[in-house]
């Protein structure tokens, strides 16, 4: 028998079968990008594919209403196939923009704590400058009493501005130099790197274009973030972000790895973060921007060791595979050509150090961004992406480790997530009598709710612990209008019935969401524990506590803190300091300097593998619970 | 209206044209390959195609018998289109191969003359070594005491072995170390250059694969040559040659450049020479030698210098333009991956610097594996390739020159012209008095005639001057049953009647033929005339005369004197070194030495434009006689 994906703006795929496989599974192997951030296990309800001919044997799922269902909505994680059928795929482009994240550069907000931190990386003693030139050339054209061939003019004619140095002319400048000398009157400009006493020519071209670009690029498990900025000036040229398109082979590292070990695997999930997500990026932003592809002369990413793995198409296997030692922690040789990037192909790229094969490059890029580094007091880094990564430590050293945090905080496993953008709920607080919530929706004024974003799930939750709505375990324990429950007696806070929403359907929390949260947190916050105790330290002891990742700055450290989320220090020691691993890519993009640093920290930083640290699950387990087993350890939530 | 080419082995191609269309311009145009040695100005009738729907308007030419003309046989040089019609290409590969060609190292004596020649650069101080290496490791698995990641531990495992050297990683190794390593059980080989204290790593792979193979290759304008090389040992692994598929954009280089600068032009010439010569020969040998491509680490090119800027795809305009200076002389910086070649990607490629427009890497080679920069005494070097290129000096100067002797020393230009295989006529005496020739033909005992190769037209034209067949001019003055005339009255001395020849036509000479063998011996030997004038010496002063070329070891030096091509010196100074391009070539692949001397032997040779050089037009007129107008320089040839 066979199935057809119909796909949304896309051609129709045929793939045969046989009774009883799993449709979601079916779309995977036929290269059928359908969103399914919780992988596959029902929690998230994202995978929603409509059955347009044929039928299909699916679980019902409290994600698709009976009028839903009726039009034909299924989970594709929950189908199985009986016979030939047809099913509508939505678009998983749209999917990914509508997946909760921020940190792209794309408020005033993030503009300002981005600067931010390139000043306090400036104060910190780091220069912002560059081996890169652009150098205008004007040159004799050859005649019977001069006689120079190309490259030889070319060579004086720079050796006149830069004394003494070698000129180096790669093939890929050969092979246009006669043209583009004859082309231009023999007046060009010339772009390249000058490094221990040789230039590097890696475009020439017309007299007047001397733009130097770098390109800086966040790569998360979930959202790809890139920047072209001016490698003079800084000045940012233009920005761009979409979700990565390894997303379809599984929402966290480990379903991508094994898709990389299948037979093919690694040039599929290479083609997925490569052709299907930056090339696209990188393209707009050209077109956006008018920046000329060849004149970007560095490219700087920040991913973790997953990411940079797959990126390079290196075997990731080792990276989940006892030992736990990844192919590479820092390694350079890599060229935009190597990848088939639309930037100059000689480009060096330069990939931040990764220390562990869950603390990788997007955390050495944020250390260094955070500046802890540079600090005699203690502080505290944590990193929210799919996974949760912590840095703890000051000058004198550096400890970090990693959890499995899960999508939560960038709204995969949670009904109704959505990224910060009109229409999210970012803030909420609720009325401990009516039970009824006070909203904060992004947007204009009557703006109506569509969602709810990272920062907005923390305050609800916090809030109905504060009301004692949920208990400690997150079931629902008081009764009202808000709360609800569907056939299976699951209970669920209503924030906004269908009809004041912006789509129709209602907007609201539900036990299993809770319930994915608490594990996020509790990750987290057992993950910061076992790191203090490992180092014979107490929460007490923390001077400032960073927060990065695509949670956004709405985020309200002193509710994060009640939940049991982050430790119960005082909520002036807590800053957010945006897409940290960004942020950290832009410096190394520009400053030879900061890439170095961050080399440099990334040596220095020790890796503790939390999932062979005696304790870790005990203390994973203690903070599954809102706050914590020990409330004593929150007095802040203790206090409501 | 339309012609179609029906293509020998391959698929038709039909093109839309006008009446009045030439047909060989058409066929380039279509891009069809069709033999035209002269370019179309109907002397050498290689350009046969067979009419066989519809009609031309042709020339009648000299080359179609009248049986093959009623076949349909025509010359598409001479013909125009007068309407739709279908036409026969025969396949230009077998064209190719019975082009006249040798010194492709497929003789023992070719052997001889080529281990001669390396025995004597390393009697003159040429070390053959270089800096590749393949070293064997054997490292421990990672464990969790051994936490070092993939890289590090290849580049610790590299430096135990070479103590103080960095180690560099470039992406094609580092893509594919992880599972390299892990098949392998970390016992591997790895293969690069240690230059500069830095060890390049170019492959990884199995534990006994250790072999490191060179690739030296001759590109001539008609015919290419290469071989591969144990890099450690010398030993010939392969050796292979085919035709210069560029030869359908013309024989000559002029009208290969002209066509490069046509739009598509400069892609079209590359891909000839890349994707249609070379990658066949190169992964023919890989085949039948066992060579692995990833193991060929370093290529080095002996070609003139328009097929070196066709070959890089770089603008060859300024060669033939005036002030005739090329886009580069001596260019270092080439990667086999740029060129997409069937080799290690990171494997260098040493192109043999030019001097000039005209006298490229094909003769600094030559002239490194001649060995003339190493001596006291005078030597003349002489080239004879589709152009001839002249070298004159010792170990205190060199000057250089070149001038276009046409293809006839590679059998173009001469209608019964062939390479020396089986049935060529390689020497030749005529008795004086019956005029009948006693022949010497290539193969067993009883190999009948089937063609005349380069070392043959030299004694037939020597011969029937000496015997006074045909006078100065090469116009038939005597009448024999060996001499018969054309319908024009164009007289041809036969050496094989039709049926005691291989193929049963007539292996004859005509006086086309020998008017276009004297104005190349002319422009030969006037170059070597205007070459010694201008640093004021004389045909006395010279010591030793190598020559160089396609032309064959069966050359005979004093015929080649008789018949003014060649100097009137003693013959015991005369060797012929075989394609010593190629030598140089195979050197500068295995000697770092042999390479650096090249460099400096070209860089010190003085470069001498003939044609702007006064007094040597005059010079070539006068040699345009056998011997020479002032048949005094050739004492020998009057002794007769």
Redesign the interface.
Known sequence: MKVTFQIEGGSPVTIECNAGDNLLELARRANVAIDAPCSGNGSCGKCRVKLLEGDLETIRSRHISDEEYNEGWRLSCNSKVVGDCTVLVPDIASAYQSRMKTADLSSPKEIAIFEDAQANLKASGIEFENDFLAIQLEMAS???DD??????RLTWAIQEQLTDCEV?????V??K???TL?ENDFRVCVKGELRLGTFRCMEIGAYDDTQLVGCAIDIGTTTVTMVFVDMKTGKILAKGSSGNGQIRFGADVINRIIESTRPGGKKKLQDAIVKETLVPIMANLCKSSGVNARSILRLSIGSNTTMNHLL????A??VRM??Y?????S?K???AG?LKLPANPLAPVIIAPNIGSYVGGDITAGTLASGIWDKDEMSLFIDLGTNGEIVFGNRDFLMSCACSAGPAFEGGDISCGMRATDGAIEACSIDKDTMEPTLEIVGDAGQKCVGICGSGIIDIIAELYRCRIVNSQGKFIRESRRVARDAHGMGRYILAFAEETETGREVAINEVDIDNFIRAKGAIFSAIDTLLQSVDMTVDMIDHVYVAGGIGSGINMGNAVRIGMFPDVELEKFSYIGNSSLTGAYAMVISDQANEKTHEVAANMTYLELSTYPGYMDSFVAACFIPHTDARLFPSSIQD
């Open positions: 050859p005649s019977p006689t120079m061939p190309d490259n030889e180096e002319i790669p093939y890929a050969m092979v130099l006669a043209s004859r390079l198409g290196v075997d296997d080792p006892d030992p030692i990844p192919s590479f922690f390694w040789g890599l060229l190597d």
